[in-house]
């Protein structure tokens, strides 16, 4: 889940591919070619938005969309990292990692990484890195668990640390919860590390089991468009942490360890039960979107693709209504959407901002993408941009 409007990975502001950009950047800040480049995806969220840190369910998948880290090692305890937006590199040594906030902007989601690689007692090797991305900044797609998980791959390579891939998605939660201090869930990280491609990722946040759910959009002549609403974040860190804190207090009112243990059948005795009326739509939103997610799941395992869209377009409603994280340029890019013959819409990410996804048609793109821009221009909102995307694999090493 995306907290905070994540500002770690630079926005896709040079030509050419990411790879490229990232070995160029490397040269560039160091005089040498790098050892060797990482890639991890940003993800977006098929449904399942603000589960996962009541312990629920989640259905990301990974996009093709990607951040690259070049890198090779250096002696002793000291990391150098490069951003293709950003000059001078950044360098901090193992003595500024011993207090969290030491390091700060975009390059403390790198120093969080291996600062949690430390506490967890791995011997982390120094290291220069550069980083490129294609992952927009502030949108709801991951950019910070992006960057975390290509540096972590990164690291675990250039120093052979013993950290299996099923243990990684923690590690670089706790690098962005305790270093950077952003309050987001497991669910980014899993996505952008454990996804594969043609899947979505089926994540039990409580238990971290998974599985990989076939989502072929191909075979049901479907595509997913992703459209930047533009919008930007309004209040979106106190009012993540906000939503957070009424889902802990209606738990603890509850008498649950957490929201994800209150059923559909159950929700309308839960509701009574609580006095105040915006906890009780805090509670009514997640219960019901950990349901949705475990409906979308049976179709997809049924291959009954075009069947999730009403869930997607329910899923929506619900945090416009009850979890109140919507805004007035997601609304009328979902609305616009729908009236142009979406199947499903759905602002994806934490909220207050991000990205809207459609479920639309192969070959309505453009239609469906033009609408959305003319409700735009309507309401007098910035142009929004549109991106096609297939699920795509987890984090990986390319050379």
């Known amino acids: 889940m995306n907290g905070p409007a994540a500002s770690a990975a630079p926005p896709a502001a040079a030509s050419g591919d990411v790879a490229d950009r990232a070995a160029a950047g490397f040269h560039a800040a160091y005089g040498e070619e790098p050892a060797g480049r990482w890639a991890a995806p940003g993800r977006a969220n098929l449904i399942g938005e603000h589960t996962d840190y009541n312990d629920g369910f989640v259905l990301p998948f990974a996009l093709t969309l990607r951040t690259v880290v070049a890198a090779a090692p250096q002696p002793g305890e000291r990391?150098?990292?490069?951003?293709e937006l950003s000059d001078p590199p950044v360098e901090f040594d193992g003595g500024q990692l011993d207090t969290p906030g030491r390091v700060t902007g975009w390059a403390a989601y790198v120093a969080g990484v291996v600062w949690a690689l430390r506490e967890a007692g791995y011997d982390v090797p120094g290291a220069r890195l550069a980083i490129a991305s294609d992952v927009p900044v502030g949108s709801g797609l991951s950019s910070s668990a992006a960057i975390e998980a290509a540096v972590l791959a990164a690291l675990v390579d250039l120093g052979?640390?013993?950290?299996?891939?099923?243990?990684?998605?923690?590690?670089?939660?706790?690098a962005e919860n305790a270093y950077v201090g952003a309050p987001t869930g497991i669910m980014d990280q899993s996505a952008v590390i454990r996804c594969r491609a043609g899947h979505a990722l089926f994540l039990d946040c409580r238990s971290e089991s998974v599985e990989h759910v076939p989502f072929d959009l191909d075979a049901a002549g479907l595509a997913v468009l992703v459209v930047d609403s533009r919008a930007p974040h309004r209040h979106a860190d106190g009012e993540y942490a906000a939503r957070r804190a009424a889902c802990e207090r209606a738990a603890a009112l509850l008498g649950v360890p957490a929201l994800r243990d209150v059923?559909?059948?159950?929700?309308?005795?839960?509701l009574a039960r609580l006095d105040d009326d915006e906890i009780r739509r805090r509670v009514r939103h997640v219960v019901t979107e950990d349901q949705r997610v475990l409906d979308t799941v049976d179709l997809l395992r049924a291959g009954r693709v075009r069947e999730i869209g009403p869930?997607?377009?329910?899923?929506?409603a619900s945090m416009r209504d009850d979890f109140e994280i919507t805004v007035p340029e997601i609304d009328t890019a979902v609305e616009a959407a729908l009236a142009a013959g979406a199947l499903g819409a759905r602002m994806t990410g934490g909220g207050f901002g991000g990205c809207v996804l459609?479920?639309?048609?192969a070959d309505q793109a453009d239609a469906v993408a033009h609408a959305v821009a003319d409700a735009y221009a309507d309401r007098g909102f910035p142009t929004p941009t549109h991106v096609m995307v297939l699920p795509a694999p987890g984090a990986t090493r390319l050379s």
């Open 311 to 316: 869930l997607l377009t329910a899923s929506h």
């Open 79 to 83: 990391w150098t990292v490069r951003s």
């Open 160 to 174: 052979g640390l013993d950290l299996p891939a099923e243990r990684q998605p923690r590690l670089a939660q706790r």
């Open 263 to 270: 059923g559909v059948a159950d929700l309308d005795g839960a």
């Open 358 to 361: 459609a479920l639309i048609e």
